[in-house]
């Protein structure tokens, strides 16, 4: 699947240009094995659609003041029918106001065409922090349903678990 390479570098290209208004984006994570989200999008999909993610969430970002820095993940989860959840996991948590926002404007850019479940996470560091060093998100839901599952899940059957 060639979009590892394209998505990424379309990625780095809008970090660089967010670094100057706060915001510092660390790239993109696969929370599935490439062959897996190979079989369910394309990279011609799945890059301009995380784009769109990318400048909501900045929008987000510059909008909110007093926000303390901060360093996580914005965790993004489509399926079939144009469905998408979002989920954070940012250290210290992001102010409530701030965390709908994102949230809101993430699940309010239009979900490309899926065959199974895809989950991928994008990296931020915001009001001076710089994003995440750690290679994986979890999510405070993720971490509890893992704990309730009592054995490991792949990344798309504990996003379908508890999928809202």
């Known amino acids: 699947m060639r979009s590892t390479i394209t998505f990424l570098a379309a990625w780095l290209c809008a970090g ?11 790239g993109v994570v696969l929370l599935q ?42 965790v993004v989860a489509m399926r079939p029918g144009e469905q998408s959840n979002i989920w954070l996991d940012f250290n210290p948590p992001l102010p ?10 993430a699940k309010a850019v239009r979900v490309p065409a899926v065959k199974g479940t895809v989950v991928v996470a994008m990296k931020y560091g915001v009001a001076g922090g710089s994003a995440p ?16 599952a009592g054995v490991p899940l792949e990344t798309g059957d504990l996003v379908e678990r508890i999928w809202k």
């Open 96 to 105: 409530q106001a701030l965390a709908r926002a994102l949230v809101d404007g």
């Open 16 to 26: 660089v240009a967010q670094a100057a208004s706060g915001v510092t984006a660390g």
């Open 33 to 74: 094995p490439e062959q897996v989200i190979g079989a369910r999008t394309s990279a011609d999909q799945l890059a301009p659609y995380l784009k769109q993610v990318d400048s909501a969430a900045t929008r987000a970002f510059n909008a909110a003041k007093g926000v303390p820095p901060s360093s996580g993940f914005l």
């Open 133 to 148: 060093s750690q290679p994986m998100p979890s999510p405070p839901e993720w971490t509890a349903a893992a704990r309730a």
